[in-house]
């Protein structure tokens, strides 16, 4: 990579990589709390709704926290039974009722047994000795829909390395959690994963951008894609390879307003 290529990169991770960017993107949800339940739980449904107009996100996202009283840690340990029938209008695209109640039984589940979200994805051996996020996701995965009548439909929201996924959604969460930002928009809350595992979120936008830069070679959005970019961030900075994810989404989405 070429010297004036990195200093565009860094150029524009200075200018995104910024409180301001906060306000219109999705990460503004868990940044309304401070424990760390709060952050993990509006963290993971927020990025898993992040398609579409991002007006309509962020709508959905507060419309969440209005439907868990304003502390979804709270509710998910402490709801009633009766306390769900406030979620059958809660739609976001295919997202439906199915799905929500799926998503508040995993919480409750996991967090009646745990402290924190981020044993989800580090369960079964997970270490810095692992390469890349790719065995975190595929737990995960395997993890949230540990119930023999786990609903098929909500299959879908949930990606995986192991489904060939791009997994752009659970990579940009991860990226919120996992890496430490002096900047003060990623949290950098857990730490048993390492932000040199990460890998970069990938969408139609930063993909169109990465190609332009030559960072990457043409073709389908997937996991092997997503790793490909990854590995040539990391030739740039091994510690902190998913910074680039501010680069790349500027200068691919700047002056729109859609996430695909």
Known sequence: MSNELIELLDEKVAFFNHPRFIEHDPISIPHLFTRKQDIEIMGL????????????ILQKGHELIELMDGNPHQFILQHQEIDLKRFERFRHRTFHLTDTLYFIHFF?????QHDSLE???????FSTENKDIGPALNQFYTYFFDEPWAPQRTQKHIAAPMKNSACKRLCMFLRWMVRKDNAGVDFGIWSSISPAQLVC???????RTAEKLGLVSGGPSNWKKAIELTN???QVNSTDPTRYDFALYGMGIEDKTTWK
């Open 201 to 207: 979120p990938l969408d139609v936008h930063s993909q």
């Open 232 to 234: 040539v961030l990391k």
């Open 119 to 125: 044993s989800a994805f580090t369960l079964n051996g």
């Open 45 to 56: 449904w927020i990025a898993m709704l992040a398609w579409g107009q991002r007006k309509t």
């Open 108 to 112: 409750q589940k996991h967090y009646q």
